[in-house]
């Protein structure tokens, strides 16, 4: 099974900041990689798929980048309804695998 | 607008079986391949088992293969997972979710998701 890990597991921002999350894959898994966000007691969302596209509806301050075993989420301008838990999910191939999570928190 | 709605969940006892379902409106249901998704109290999310559009195909965690079932019937919009011999670390929410064609494969994704149903399995 492909292992994806997370960093950090939580974090702490201002409104107004830049924010990035990492995504490694234990091997290459090419542009496979959706990003999620999870608020809390709500279902996920997805954000970003295939590592930088845009899903449609999501703000333009998200945006996704990396190939092959790293991949990163950016959120440009953080505010306050970007609480949430973030997670990483490669579909290279199955078991689909997602990360530990990224917890993200206003300052 | 695509909405999915699970149900089924409840508290049952160790060894136990339950059956989920989720109800599916919103696209031509038969086209698309959808998993279940589940995520234990205060963890994080874990894919559980996929099926195609046809219900031809079905996938499977190692975690519950042999004791889990996927199945749809397409003329009612519906999916089923049966779930037998459960165990306490089955005890979580169970998402279901749509893929974005027929068939699970290399570049898919889970969108959107329902809402969840809650399974605990205790004595």
């Known amino acids: 099974d492909i292992q994806m890990t997370q960093s950090p597991s939580s974090l702490s921002a201002s409104v107004g900041d830049r924010v990035t999350i990492a995504c490694r894959a234990s091997?290459?898994?090419?542009?496979?990689l959706n990003w999620y966000q999870q608020k809390p007691g709500k279902a996920p969302k997805l954000l970003i798929y295939?590592?930088?596209s845009l899903q449609s509806g999501v703000p333009s301050r998200f945006s996704g980048s990396g190939s092959g075993t790293d991949f990163t989420l950016t959120i440009s301008d953080l505010q306050p309804e970007d609480v949430a838990t973030y997670y990483c999910?490669?579909?290279?191939?199955?078991?689909?695998?997602f990360g530990q999570g990224t917890r993200v928190e206003i300052k | 607008e695509v909405q999915l709605l699970e149900s089924g969940g409840a508290l049952v006892q160790p060894g136990g079986s339950l059956r989920l379902s989720c109800a599916a409106s919103?696209?031509?249901?038969?086209?698309?391949?959808m998993s279940w998704v589940r995520q234990a109290p205060g963890k994080g999310l874990e894919w559980v088992s996929g099926?195609?559009?046809?219900?031809?195909?079905?996938y499977y965690a190692d975690s519950v293969k042999g004791r889990f079932t996927f199945s749809r019937d397409n003329s009612k919009d519906m999916l089923y997972l049966q779930m037998n011999s459960l165990g306490a670390e089955d005890t979580a929410i169970y998402y279901c979710?749509?893929?974005?064609?027929?068939?699970w494969g290399p570049g898919a994704w889970f969108d959107p998701w329902g809402q969840g149903t809650l399974v605990t399995v205790s004595s």
């Open positions: 295939a590592a930088s």
């Open positions: 099926i195609s559009g046809s219900g031809g195909n079905t």
């Open positions: 919103g696209f031509t249901f038969k086209n698309y391949a």
């Open positions: 999910q490669q579909s290279y191939s199955s078991p689909w695998t």
């Open positions: 091997r290459n898994i090419n542009s496979y």
């Open positions: 979710a749509k893929a974005p064609n027929w068939n």
